[in-house]
C-alpha cells in the first residue's frame, strides 16, 4: 500500500504559479512511478505529468510543457508540481497517483490521493 496526500492547491490569478506537493507513506516509494492528474469541471480525468522511479519525466505536450515542473525528492517521500504561467484553463482538482509500471492512463495507476483543488483566476 503507498497512501498519498496532496497540499498546496488554492486560487491564483492567471499568470501566476503554484507548487502543488504529493506526500507519500507506505510501501517503497522510491520503486513507483508517480503522476499527477487532474479533473476539470464536467470533463474527464487527465493526464498532466509523471516522474519514473529513475527519475525520468514524461508531459502533457500540448498544454503544460515548457510550464510545469514535476520532480521528486526521495529522501522526504515527496512529489512536487511546480505550475507557472497558470491559465484559467488549468483550473482543475489534481490528483497525485503512484503506479509500479504505468504512467499516462488512468487506469494504469494503483494510489490515489484525495485531489487538491487549483482555480485560476482570468
Known amino acids: 500500500q503507498v497512501q498519498l496526500v496532496e497540499s498546496g492547491g488554492g486560487l491564483v490569478q492567471a499568470g501566476g504559479s503554484l507548487r502543488l506537493s504529493c506526500a507519500a507513506s507506505?510501501?517503497?516509494?522510491?520503486?513507483?512511478?508517480i503522476g499527477w492528474l487532474r479533473q476539470a469541471p464536467g470533463k474527464e480525468r487527465e493526464f498532466v505529468a509523471a516522474i519514473r522511479w529513475n527519475g525520468g519525466t514524461i508531459y502533457r505536450p500540448d498544454s503544460v510543457k515548457g510550464r510545469f515542473t514535476i520532480s521528486r525528492d526521495n529522501a522526504r517521500n515527496t512529489v512536487y508540481l511546480q505550475m507557472n504561467s497558470l491559465k484559467p484553463e488549468d483550473t482543475a482538482v489534481y490528483y497525485c497517483?503512484?503506479?509500479?509500471?504505468?504512467?499516462?492512463?488512468?487506469?494504469?495507476?494503483?494510489?490515489w490521493g484525495q485531489g487538491t483543488q487549483v482555480t485560476v483566476s482570468s
Open positions: 497517483a503512484g503506479t509500479r509500471w504505468g504512467e499516462q492512463a488512468d487506469y494504469e495507476y494503483d494510489y
Open positions: 507506505g510501501r517503497t516509494f522510491e520503486n513507483y512511478n
